[in-house]
Nanobody, 127 residues
Framework: VQLVESGGGSVQAGGSLRLSCAAS????????MGWFRQSPGKEREGVAS???????SYADFVKGRFTISRDKTKNTLYLDMNNLNSEDTSMYYC??????????????????????RGQGTQVSVSS
């Protein structure tokens, strides 16, 4: 089971990025997955979650700016990030529960505790 994130980079405030998370070894098209972020010296923050039925959950600080989605044919999870600001600067990780479940029972809040996670992709936003 492996998750590999990509798409991070450096952008100016107000810019956009699309993060991708390619899953192998299990069907990312099935079940709960999500994104969390963590910066050095800061606590892990759940960002967004996606259920098997397409239901989504977002942290207040990204609501209206970020969109989580997946392409089942590519077994890939995405995070579209718009109107970025300096507070969004962080390492972003995609994650999944140890066993496939249809619903993220705790929404975005639980994503940071999922045991299956990638190596992360860095997002840096300059003001």
């Amino acid at each position: 089971v492996q998750l590999v994130e990509s798409g991070g980079g450096s952008v100016q405030a107000g810019g956009s990025l699309r993060l991708s998370c390619a899953a192998s070894g299990f069907a990312a098209s099935d079940g709960c997955m999500g994104w969390f972020r963590q910066s050095p010296g800061k606590e892990r923050e759940g960002v967004a979650s996606l259920d098997s039925d397409g239901s989504t959950s977002y942290a207040d600080f990204v609501k209206g700016r970020f969109t989580i989605s997946r392409d089942k044919t590519k077994n890939t999870l995405y995070l579209d990030m718009n109107n970025l600001n300096s507070e969004d600067t962080s390492m972003y990780y995609c994650a999944a529960p140890a066993l496939p479940v249809p619903t993220c029972s705790s929404g975005y809040r639980g994503v940071g505790d999922f045991p299956i996670r990638g190596q992360g992709t860095q997002v840096s936003v300059s003001s």
